[in-house]
């Protein structure tokens, strides 16, 4: 009985030695692998080359790019200098010109006697002298020159006297009856020369 005990103790105890053993060894590999990192060499002492990593392009994945939205329009720069200079400028205060007033030229003749053909553009009235008819039944004709002087600031007819006489007193007195009532523009002409003629048809100057 005894014997068998004591066989059992021996056993038990080399089984604890070999256990501690067995973990000594794996601590110390442990260590020495994380402590010490050696590079690898070759025989010759030179570092042995890293190997390439070498990628398949079929391998690669293209991935599409998402679509970009369109870039705004870029809003144009004002240049401050160019406003600064083309402002407004201030108002100028100019003085009224005063400009004299226009004078028209006197298209009358006064002071000399113009025909009656350059005063009929200013004549306002000019009837024809009336033929008498003692002289047309008589058939008395002739013919004439007469004056007429005119007011230059109401254009009547002021004195007419005949310059050459007709050669009978009835057409000179019809003459000056009805150059009379001659009227003309105030302040054109002041004297015209007026040839009057008598015949069976009529009266003209």
């Not at 025989?43 to 190997?51: D, K, L």
């Not at 009835?170 to 009532?181: F, N, P, Q, S, V």
């Not at 523009?185 to 015949?199: D, H, Y």
Request: glycine content about 6%.
């Amino acid at each position: 009985m005894t014997r068998a005990i004591v066989s059992q103790s021996a056993h038990k105890w080399r089984f604890g030695v070999a256990l501690a053993v067995a973990a000594g060894i794996h601590l110390t590999a442990i260590s020495f692998a994380t402590v010490q990192r050696v590079e690898p060499k070759t025989a010759s002492g030179i570092p042995a080359a890293v190997p390439e990593l070498t990628f398949d392009p079929a391998e690669l994945e293209i991935r599409p790019q998402p679509d970009l939205p369109e870039p705004l329009p870029t809003l144009p720069v004002i240049d401050q200098s160019y406003i600064e200079e083309t402002a407004t400028p201030p108002p100028v205060h100019r003085t009224p010109t005063k400009f004299a007033p226009l004078v028209r030229p006197r298209t009358n003749t006064t002071g000399k006697s113009v025909n009656v053909s350059d005063a009929k553009v200013f004549a306002l009235s000019a009837p024809r002298p009336e033929y008498p008819y003692q002289a047309r039944r008589q058939k008395i004709t002739g013919d004439g020159i007469a004056i007429l002087t005119i007011d230059q600031n109401s254009g009547d007819v002021i004195h007419v006297t005949m310059s050459k006489s007709t050669g009978n007193p009835l057409l000179d007195d019809a003459a000056l009856a009805g150059l009379r009532r001659w009227r003309f523009k105030p302040g054109t002409v002041s004297s015209v020369t007026c040839p009057i003629t008598f015949t069976l048809t009529g009266v003209a100057y």
